[in-house]
């Protein structure tokens, strides 16, 4: 199944399918990262934190970041995490948004061989799992915006 814009704004596939979480992502096309901003430091978060992580201040408001960055870290998991129904091996890692901050995320890319460090990657909505009732749950994932060739 893929999960594709309608051309609308949102998704064809809205009615079956639900996110994994919600507030932290977008099911626009393209998608976009919710995450937070301290109004007292500056700094953005994600997921976002009512007290800012870095000063300890709630002034934090919420905040659209950047659905590009660059690949910071990565491996492949190989295991199931416990209660983790998807398919495997799936890639994660750490993509650098331009705001400074270093989002952990689910990759598109399972194969460490064909990611690059500081390789520039972009926010995709993605299939995770089909729950108990059917529906398709979605999540969001960084994916390299040109393949690399081992
Ligand atoms: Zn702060």
Request: aromatic share 8%; with cysteine; hydrophobic share 35%.
């Amino acid at each position: 199944m893929r999960v594709s814009g309608a051309g609308s704004g949102t998704f064809s596939a809205m009615s079956t399918a639900i996110p994994v979480h919600v507030g932290l992502f977008t099911e626009t096309d393209p998608p976009d990262l919710l995450g937070g901003r301290c109004t007292s430091c500056g700094n953005h978060n994600f997921p976002r934190h009512e007290i800012c992580p870095y000063c300890a201040s709630d002034a934090t408001e919420a905040a659209t970041l950047s659905a590009v960055g660059r690949l910071w870290a990565w491996t492949a998991v190989t295991h199931p995490p416990p209660g983790y129904r998807g398919d495997i091996p799936y890639g994660f890692g750490v993509v650098e948004l331009p705001e400074g901050l270093r989002v952990v995320t689910r990759l598109t890319e399972p194969d460490p061989s064909r990611l690059r460090p500081g390789q520039p990657m972009h926010l995709e909505v993605v299939p995770l799992h089909v729950d108990d009732a059917g529906q398709s749950v979605i999540t969001y994932a960084f994916a390299p915006d040109e393949p690399v060739t081992p």
